[in-house]
């Protein structure tokens, strides 16, 4: 389904090519808390051959007061080069059900400077419904020096998104369920005001993909063009914590889209501030408006 995806690798390539020099395969999975799954616990217990665990926690900013927060270069830099990554390999990321978390990992490589940075089709769900190869045994790592070249234009702040609200300068991509976008379902996470931002578009990240497959460039956008989304124009991508949003980030760049960014902070910071606007009910109708900054 994701062939026409520059971005997605399927099973078949990936086996073909297990434990060949310069591909690295990195399991990327998290989960939310209320799922109740152990990611590290569960890569333990099986992974893909050669695979490397990235932690979606750890690999954040220590420093930051809010989930999954863009690391420094060096932060980054460091974790993964203790992972035996290097800036010039071939990077696979997977995740267990297939757009779910890779995305993000995909989204951070790439921004950091590696390019050749490339998604599963299927996840690791797929993978082993298929009875391809698994293993439990642990990966040998030699450690690397991970060269970031960091990409600070495709980051948006607090500030920067405060500008666009205020501005309309962009549209909003918010990849929440509609009950959160809507403010019908409450924020998992406590102390979170519910509904979204004035303006912003709903565009599930669970609607981009099926059966842990991304959907065809045709129908990537349909669904995005049908939530009020302007491809000729700039988008922001936003979610609860900053993982989510980088499904829509990778289903824009498989429809060419390249004038965008992820707002990092996403919805645990802006519904966690008392002086941000809030709206709920479903999203404006029409097409998003965008004005200049």
Request: a negative charge.
């Amino acid at each position: 389904m994701a062939q026409d995806s520059p971005f997605t690798v399927d099973a078949d390539w990936l086996q073909a090519r297990l434990g060949e020099p310069g591909l690295t395969i990195v399991d990327a999975s998290w989960y939310l808390p209320a799922q109740k799954r152990d990611a590290r616990a569960e890569y333990n217990a099986a992974h893909i051959p050669g695979a490397r665990f990235l932690d979606q926690d750890a690999v954040s900013d220590p420093d930051a007061a809010l989930p999954h927060t863009l690391p420094s270069p060096q932060h980054f830099a460091q974790y993964v080069g203790s992972m035996g990554v290097s800036a010039d390999d071939t990077i696979v990321v997977y995740d267990g059900p297939g757009f779910f978390s890779a995305p993000r990992a995909w989204w951070m490589f790439r921004i950091m400077g590696v390019f050749q940075t490339y998604i599963l089709d299927g996840g690791f769900d797929a993978w082993k419904t298929a009875g391809r190869p698994v293993t439990a045994e642990p990966t040998k790592i030699a450690p690397s020096v991970f060269h970031a070249d960091f990409h600070a234009g495709r980051v948006a702040s607090l500030a920067d998104m405060r500008r666009i609200v205020e501005t309309s300068a962009s549209q909003i991509a918010d990849a929440r369920g509609p009950g959160r976008f809507t403010g019908v379902e409450p924020e998992p996470r406590a102390g979170i005001r519910s509904g979204h931002m004035p303006g912003a578009r709903n565009v599930p990240y669970s609607a981009l993909s099926e059966n842990g497959m991304l959907l065809s460039k045709d129908r990537l956008r349909k669904v995005i063009e049908e939530a009020g989304i302007d491809l000729s124009k700039p988008v922001i991508t936003s979610c609860g914590s900053g993982v989510t949003a980088a499904v829509v980030t990778l289903a824009l760049e498989t429809l060419g889209h390249t004038d965008n960014r992820l707002y990092d902070g996403s919805w645990t910071e802006w519904g966690g501030l008392s002086d941000t606007p809030v709206v709920t009910g479903p999203a404006t109708p029409g097409p998003a408006k965008t004005g200049k900054e």
